[in-house]
């Protein structure tokens, strides 16, 4: 009935400002405010960074991972396609340029595009890696995403931070402040307690 009135209201009297705003203290704030973006969020929850890396956009897998995280209950808020460079992977990987692998590991994270993502939500670093699934496929149960789509260690799809320091790091690294969207998503009430 309410529903009605709302929808029949433009019919009725010319549109204006103010039948905007009649129409808006029609709806149950409730109700809007899962709709409005960037609005003032209480406490940004923790954050990740995901990677599909060059083998995961080759083999069209960057839709089943996000899929994943979806389902999951996590929120995205953060998204891109990229060429990476030499540059950012130096970074990105610091603690792992003395390795033996680092310049087979540039090769194959410069080999073609990555899809770079922010998630949000509880428990969120945790939860993806273990998600995710350890570095080495061998080891990745049935499941994670490493042990249902990889084989081996030097081609293991999906890049998840491993600490809450390493994961903000990364973000700052991947993304800029203005990339990232503050939003409600309408079913966080349903997934999390706060
Ligand atoms: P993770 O990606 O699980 O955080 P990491 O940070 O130790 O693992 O290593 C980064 C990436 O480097 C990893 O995803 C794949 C590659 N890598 C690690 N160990 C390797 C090895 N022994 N041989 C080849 N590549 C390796
Ligand atoms: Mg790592």
Known sequence: ???QRVMFLPLLSP????TTRNV???FPAVQLAHFRSNSS???VKERTLIAVKPDGV???LVGQIIRRFERRGFKLVGLKMLQVSEELLSQHYCQLTQKPFYSSLV???TSGPVVAMVWEGHNV???SRVMVGPTNPAAAPAGTVRGDFSLHVSRNVVHASDSLEGAQREIELWFQGKDLVKWDCWD???TCEK
């Open 41 to 43: 969020v209480a406490n």
């Open 125 to 127: 670093v945790q939860s």
């Open 1 to 3: 009935m309410l529903l």
């Open 15 to 18: 549109w204006s400002r103010q």
């Open 24 to 26: 808006i203290a029609r």
């Open 107 to 109: 090769d194959y994270m």
């Open 58 to 60: 080759q083999r069209r």
């Open 188 to 190: 966080q009430t349903l």
